[in-house]
């Protein structure tokens, strides 16, 4: 069964610092990895996909992540922080069943202090 | 205009009560989702269907039932709500191609009394 594992639910750094959050995989087939920003009270807004094109992907906001078949991870970096940055973030495995279904993490919420 | 739109977008509702989620579409896609967030939880999939005629269960379909009344309308009915049902709701379309993404609309808050 696939699975996506997010470490960490809250995740504060300074503005201007840099952005690490943690994503990890389980797949018996090669995965297709989405990275997706919920600002409040607004829907779920694609950061970036990985399908296996490239192992590093670059996605809107300045946002990357970089997939690592050996260490079942794609965590998702930015190197300066900005206020607007604050949101919930979400990693997601797309299913081989159940309609193509994403099957997303936990979600991590990112505070962003001046 | 949104290209996924849900409406209402905000909904408080007693315990037993008849509650529908309605969600259309202008994105042409087959496919539609509807997932449920709940915090800590993440996003859990109730129901899905490939076309009008395909409606299949998620993981968490007890409580709920959908109807594809057409490509671009499904929605979302809790026959007899209760307080546990109390989350986001969002609905979400996909082109079914395997490396693609799901495009979410805004959500709908439910809140069961």
């Known amino acids: 069964a696939q699975s996506v594992t997010q470490l960490g639910s809250h995740v504060s750094v300074s503005e201007g610092a840099l952005v690490l959050l943690r994503c990890n995989y389980s797949s018996s087939v090669p995965p297709y990895l989405f990275w997706y920003v919920q600002y409040p009270n607004q829907g779920l807004q694609l950061l970036l996909k990985y399908t296996s094109a490239a192992t590093l992907v670059k996605g809107i906001n300045g946002f990357e992540a970089e997939f690592k078949k050996s260490e079942t991870s794609f965590h998702l970096t930015k190197p300066s922080a900005h206020m607007s940055d604050a949101a919930e973030y979400f990693c997601?495995?797309?299913?081989?069943?159940?309609?193509?279904?994403?099957?997303f993490g936990q979600g991590t919420e990112l505070s962003v202090k001046p | 205009d949104a290209d996924v739109t849900q409406t209402p977008r905000n909904r408080i509702t007693k315990t037993g009560k008849r509650i529908m989620l309605e969600c259309s579409q202008t994105?042409?896609?087959?496919?539609m989702y509807w997932y449920r967030q709940d915090p800590g939880l993440g996003l859990r999939l109730i129901y899905y269907s490939f076309d009008v005629k395909d409606i299949n269960k998620g993981e968490i379909s007890d409580g709920y039932s959908v109807s594809r009344q057409a490509q671009a309308k499904f929605s979302l009915s809790l026959e007899s709500a209760i307080p546990n049902q109390t989350a986001l709701y969002f609905c979400?379309?996909?082109?079914?191609?395997?490396?693609?993404?799901?495009?979410f609309g805004e959500g709908s808050r439910l809140t069961v009394l």
């Open positions: 979400a379309t996909s082109t079914g191609v395997s490396n693609g993404e799901l495009f």
């Open positions: 994105k042409g896609h087959d496919r």
């Open positions: 997601a495995v797309r299913s081989y069943n159940q309609g193509g279904k994403l099957i």
